[in-house]
């Protein structure tokens, strides 16, 4: 497993973006999650980027550690960086699927990243859901047109997402405590 902080710089306007990744794959293909970042792949154009693997670790502890330090409040509010949010969270799974490619090789991409849009990256999960089972009182996928029933709840990190009996559109996260 590789685990290592990088950099990505835009060459139009010098932006930069830092980031932790932990792979199996060094040549995995993957270029962050930031949301700013992937604004900015959309309007300069991903091929404008260059990613900088600028320190390797042994675990991602280590990784998440270092990037707590480097990544500070006042990078943070630099108009010239892509990152929203201090280092050594850890990583965020909002907007991020779990993608294929050709080779049947696996990671996350944000789900605006212009390689899942147009197809040439595919859901590793696509059709279906994981679920909890409230019969069965165990973890499932399901296919996703099942997911309506009132049996199944959606996992999330230690949370679900989850309907009031009656309601069919507003969903609650709730911690699995």
Known sequence: MYHYFYKITNNINNHFYYGVHNTNNIDDGYMGSGTRLHYAYKKYGIENFEKEILK?????????EYEADYITEDLVK??????????GSGW??????????????????????????????????KGTTMCYDTVEQRCVSIPSNLFDNIRYISIMKNKIYARKIGETCKRYLIPLD
Do not use: M, S, W
């Open 56 to 64: 390797y670790f042994n675990t991602a502890k280590e990784a998440f």
């Open 78 to 87: 630099d108009p010239n960086c892509y990152n929203i949010q201090g280092g």
């Open 92 to 125: 965020n799974t909002i907007n991020l699927v779990t993608v294929k490619d050709k080779d049947g090789n696996t990671f996350d991409v944000h789900n605006e990243d212009p390689r899942y849009l147009n197809g040439e990256l595919v859901g590793v999960t």
